[in-house]
């Protein structure tokens, strides 16, 4: 079982609120990734992390920003929530062997 | 990375043996094959990963041709619950600048 965690699982917020949605793993892996999925749709990659303090852009343009201050916790953040941001995010770890290990996800409903 | 092709979607029946092709013309030296499961709602699950030849575990086979321009995931005997997205991934995940990037994946649907 794999021990990467997020939360909240579901989350209904207002437009204009800022929000943060957690991602801890208790593996040690040095890479961190997150991705917006739509239902049915493709699975879009919007941030990742080689190791701590070091964050880059995916291939898919997102509002939301992250950090990396501890190995373990790769949290992504929005300053002001819009309908437009309603997905769900993934967040995966991996030890860079191309074996990833992906949370519960986290559904995000913005209204 | 290497871009990937695959089929978007695929039809199959309970107990019968189920083969997704991935294309993959411009694989690197370095670069592995991985490929992915995920179920509605949930995050991909890594299934198998191969450099060529062939690779077989408890879920899946791959099996890569010399020219590693493509590869085949084989499920042996699919039951319902193997209806998802598969995908596909081609990389060189040791280096540090490689993303983890998904495609569109191959929608499988088994019936009974």
């Known amino acids: 079982e794999a021990d990467i965690y997020q939360t909240p699982r579901y989350l209904v917020i207002g437009t204009g609120k800022k929000i943060t949605l957690e991602c801890s793993q208790t593996?040690?892996?040095?890479?961190m990734y997150w991705y917006q999925q739509d239902p049915g749709m493709e699975l879009h990659l919007i941030h990742y992390?080689?190791?701590?303090?070091?964050?880059e852009k995916g291939d898919l343009s997102s509002e939301s920003t992250v950090s990396r201050i501890r190995t373990e916790h790769f949290p992504l953040t929005l300053e002001s929530a819009r309908p437009s941001h309603t997905s769900q995010y993934l967040c995966?770890?991996?030890?860079?062997?191309?074996?990833?290990?992906f949370g519960q996800g986290t559904r995000l409903t913005v209204v | 990375l290497a871009k990937t092709t695959q089929p978007i979607s695929m039809d199959s029946y309970e107990g019968q043996e189920v083969n997704i092709t991935c294309s993959h013309n411009n694989i690197a030296t370095n670069d592995y094959i991985t490929w992915y499961q995920q179920f509605p709602s949930q995050g991909p699950r890594f299934i198998i990963q191969?450099?060529?030849t062939k690779v077989t575990n408890e879920v899946a086979s791959l099996f890569i041709p010399a020219d590693r321009k493509s590869s085949t995931l084989s499920l042996p005997r699919v039951s319902l619950s193997d209806t998802a997205v598969y995908y596909c991934l081609v990389g060189a995940y040791n280096n540090a600048g490689n993303m983890l990037t998904f495609g569109g994946g191959t929608r499988l649907m088994v019936k009974p």
């Open positions: 191969g450099y060529k």
């Open positions: 992390s080689y190791g701590v303090n070091s964050t």
């Open positions: 995966a770890s991996s030890a860079g062997t191309g074996e990833a290990f």
């Open positions: 593996m040690g892996h040095d890479k």
